[in-house]
């Protein structure tokens, strides 16, 4: 029933939220103030981001070497930086990985920002924390700001993924977030494949869904 509700109201809002989100260019998370800009994820209105940032703030990062992997806005990136870590920050999409690059300098923080799709352009090297906001429907993007987004007919970003996790073979804190939206049983099985485990740690529940945030294992 909550899933019905939730597509019947989509679909009279949608539009509105999204223009709504597209006029909102700004965001400030303590010391923190970013800009933003149209097709770049928008932490202000998706608790999956919110859950990221509870578990930097939950956590000592200080020397700690952290990859946030899809990092749209990268304020969870930013406040790891804040608290000490170094951390690597990877998006597919050019305009994301640029406007972190400008908000990193007016903010005073450094950290490496890398275009990349997964972890093609990141040497081999070993992480402490590995922070994942995934794409997670099932449907082909059509544009680098809709792979925020979709993640492939096929679940393609998933086998890309946990093949280049896999791939990797390090000890690291591997730590994903996912919606009560997604097929997390067809996620897991995917895991599953390439020797990975889900441990539910959090979970944050919104008006017309939850999200979870999960340790994977290897």
Same mark, same amino acid.
């Given at each position: +029933?909550?899933?019905?509700?939730?597509?019947?109201?989509?679909?009279l809002?949608?539009?509105?939220?999204?223009?709504?989100?597209?006029?909102?260019?700004?965001?400030?998370?303590?010391?923190?103030? #970013?800009?933003?800009?149209?097709?770049?994820?928008?932490?202000k209105?998706?608790?999956?981001?919110q859950?990221?940032?509870?578990?930097? &703030?939950?956590? &000592?990062?200080s020397?700690?070497?952290?990859?946030?992997?899809?990092?749209g806005?990268?304020?969870?990136? #930013?406040?790891?930086?804040?608290?000490?870590?170094?951390?690597?920050?990877v998006?597919?999409?050019?305009?994301?990985?640029?406007? #972190?690059?400008?908000?990193? %300098?007016?903010?005073?923080?450094?950290? %490496?920002?890398?275009?990349?799709?997964l972890?093609?352009?990141?040497?081999? +090297?070993?992480?402490?924390?590995?922070?994942?906001?995934?794409?997670?429907y099932?449907?082909?993007?059509r544009?680098?700001?809709?792979?925020?987004?979709f993640?492939?007919?096929?679940?393609?970003?998933?086998?890309?993924?946990?093949?280049?996790?896999?791939?990797?073979?390090?000890t690291?804190?591997?730590? +994903?977030? #996912?919606?009560?939206?997604?097929?997390?049983?067809?996620?897991q099985?995917?895991?599953? %494949?390439?020797?990975?485990?889900?441990?539910?740690?959090?979970?944050?529940?919104?008006?017309?869904?939850?999200?979870?945030l999960?340790e994977?294992?290897?």
């Amino acid at each position: +029933m909550r899933k019905k509700l939730k597509n019947i109201w989509f679909r009279l809002f949608s539009d509105r939220i999204v223009r709504k989100i597209e006029k909102d260019n700004s965001y400030q998370y303590k010391s923190i103030q #970013l800009t933003l800009e149209p097709g770049v994820f928008h932490p202000k209105y998706f608790d999956s981001s919110q859950l990221l940032l509870q578990w930097v &703030e939950a956590n &000592e990062l200080s020397e700690k070497r952290i990859i946030e992997v899809g990092c749209g806005s990268g304020i969870a990136s #930013l406040r790891a930086a804040q608290k000490g870590a170094h951390v690597w920050a990877v998006d597919i999409h050019p305009k994301a990985t640029e406007l #972190l690059k400008k908000n990193a %300098e007016s903010n005073g923080t450094q950290l %490496e920002i890398k275009q990349s799709d997964l972890f093609v352009a990141v040497p081999k +090297m070993s992480f402490d924390y590995v922070l994942i906001n995934p794409p997670f429907y099932p449907k082909n993007p059509r544009s680098d700001a809709e792979k925020a987004w979709f993640c492939g007919a096929g679940f393609e970003y998933f086998h890309s993924l946990f093949e280049q996790l896999q791939d990797r073979n390090q000890t690291y804190g591997i730590f +994903m977030t #996912l919606s009560d939206d997604c097929d997390l049983n067809r996620i897991q099985s995917i895991a599953s %494949e390439h020797g990975f485990t889900f441990h539910l740690r959090q979970t944050k529940k919104g008006f017309f869904e939850k999200n979870f945030l999960f340790e994977i294992e290897g």
